[in-house]
């Protein structure tokens, strides 16, 4: 897939092309396809994330929601089960597994939400240090911080997506 056909696909094409980008959100592809033509990634990348901006706060946390916890066994889309093989949240030790679980449940507990990072490119230990450092956060700030995160997934789903990765 390039830049040239996603602008020429029809709005039912590009949401199913690129509706996975933001987890379980086809929303955000859908709005954005007014916005088309895109000259870059970037432009397009901006344009989805500008849909989830505009968006009511419920439907942002709709789609914060969407996301797995980290290090869960639970199903989840394939390209998040990739995302975190690559920082070996597949092949937790029992007490690594105990650990991230309990970090997971204290973060919902406090947030409401399960705990968002762009793990591509970090390590398990990147994971667990981050997981402890947002978790005294304010809930405004980690509300957009998942927010800030789930913009840095979409951006490398698509550059994976347009071979730009």
């Not at 830049?3 to 959100?25: D, K, P, T």
């Not at 989840?76 to 070996?88: C, D, F, I, L, R």
């Amino acid at each position: 897939m390039n830049l040239a056909a996603i602008n020429h696909l029809s709005r039912e094409a590009f949401v199913e092309q690129l509706g996975w980008v933001f987890e379980h959100s086809p929303w955000v592809a859908e709005k954005a396809w007014e916005h088309r033509p895109w000259a870059s990634l970037e432009a397009l990348h901006h344009s989805l994330v500008q849909v989830v901006q505009e968006a009511p706060k419920e439907a942002q946390l709709a789609l914060i929601r969407a996301h797995p916890d980290l290090g869960s066994r639970a199903r989840m889309a394939q390209a998040s089960v990739a995302e975190q093989k690559g920082a070996g949240l597949d092949a937790l030790t029992p007490a690594e597994f105990e650990r991230i679980q309990t970090l997971n449940r204290a973060y919902t507990d406090r947030f409401g939400f399960p705990f968002i990072l762009a793990v591509r490119g970090k390590s398990k230990a990147e994971v667990f240090k981050a997981m402890e450092e947002r978790l005294p956060n304010p809930p405004e700030l980690e509300f957009q911080t998942a927010l800030e995160e789930i913009y840095k997934i979409a951006r490398f789903r698509l550059a994976e997506l347009l071979g730009q990765d």
